[in-house]
């Protein structure tokens, strides 16, 4: 890591200088991803499904083998994987001109699928792609470099390789700040004390929605997306069932309605999900909605 590392600041250098070519934006869109893979979160939540295999593989053999063998075998393999080439078409930097930092944390790389709703809350509407359904779903990468300058990669953005934000993006830069609240681990970092203080539109917001805690679900239909609070019933090979906490929400669904993606988010991780699936049952009473896989297994 130490080797990748030593070329970052020649790279930031020419960042700082606006001297913006492929070669810099294909070295930024590597080290992005070590520092997204290199994390504990997601050391982590990998070596879990390893540590399951393992389990699973030593039930058929005597010792335990294969635990020895898979342990702490994601952080072994970072230093030696081979990323090949890594995309860039989709890279771009951010310059903020303004008196607002970019913040980050111990877990700086945010990785979101967002639509161009979503998309919309961190990223000028001028700048995004607006000939897509919402349904469509890409994922988003956002890397501060400096609190003044950012990384960020999305398909649905169309515009030059660099994005200049000035007092106008204000709303941009305090969502992209609070995702990197959602992302952190444990610490978020700034290089002023209470970077958020002050904003009493992101203050209110914060106070309503920050509650990690909160179970909700997101279904994407044909043409859009709905994130609606709920928990799950119960979940199978070929069925989700879930409860919704509103029936004015359920009621924009039809029975029979074909649906390209359903998950539910607990902690802000998601638990279960079903792709290409239909509305089996829809109950406004009980505001109770099942999906049924269109691949029956």
């Known amino acids: 890591m130490s080797s990748v590392e030593s070329k970052y600041l020649k790279n930031l250098k020419k960042v700082e200088a606006r001297e913006i070519d492929n070669m810099l934006m294909s070295f930024l869109s590597y080290f992005m991803t070590l520092q997204l893979i290199r994390v504990d979160k997601f050391i982590t939540e990998n070596q879990k499904n390893w540590d399951q295999i393992a389990n699973s593989c030593d039930m058929f053999c005597d010792g335990n083998y294969y635990e020895k063998l898979f342990k702490n075998i994601v952080k072994k393999q970072i230093p030696i994987c081979d990323l090949g080439e890594i995309p860039y078409q989709n890279a771009r930097i951010i310059y903020n001109n303004t008196t607002f930092p970019f913040i980050s944390s111990d877990n700086p790389v945010i990785k979101r699928e967002v639509n161009n709703a979503d998309l919309s809350m961190v990223i000028p509407n001028s700048l995004i792609t607006n000939d897509v359904k919402n349904s469509?779903?890409?994922?988003?990468?956002f890397f501060p470099l400096t609190p003044w300058i950012a990384y960020i990669s999305c398909d649905l953005i169309q515009a030059d390789k660099v994005i200049e934000f000035d007092n106008n993006n204000l709303k941009n830069i305090f969502y992209l700040n609070y995702w990197s609240i959602l992302n952190a681990d444990i610490h978020v970092y700034s290089s002023v004390k209470e970077p958020l203080k002050g904003e009493a539109q992101?203050?209110?917001?914060?106070?309503?929605?920050?509650d990690s805690k909160e179970s909700v679900v997101k279904i994407c239909t044909e043409n859009?997306?709905?994130?609606?609070?709920?928990?799950?019933?119960?979940?199978?090979?070929?069925?989700?069932?879930?409860?919704?906490?509103?029936?004015?929400?359920?009621?924009?669904f039809v029975l029979g309605e074909k649906i390209s993606l359903?998950?539910?988010?607990?902690?802000?991780?998601?638990?279960?999900?079903?792709?290409?699936?239909?509305?089996?049952a829809l109950d406004l009473n009980e505001k109770k909605i099942i999906f049924e896989s269109d691949f029956k297994l």
């Open 136 to 141: 469509k779903e890409s994922p988003f990468f």
């Open 224 to 252: 859009t997306h709905f994130v609606l609070k709920g928990k799950l019933v119960s979940n199978t090979e070929n069925s989700l069932s879930i409860i919704c906490d509103s029936k004015n929400e359920l009621s924009q």
């Open 202 to 210: 992101l203050s209110q917001y914060l106070m309503m929605t920050f």
């Open 262 to 280: 359903v998950e539910v988010f607990n902690n802000n991780s998601s638990i279960c999900g079903m792709r290409y699936c239909s509305i089996q």
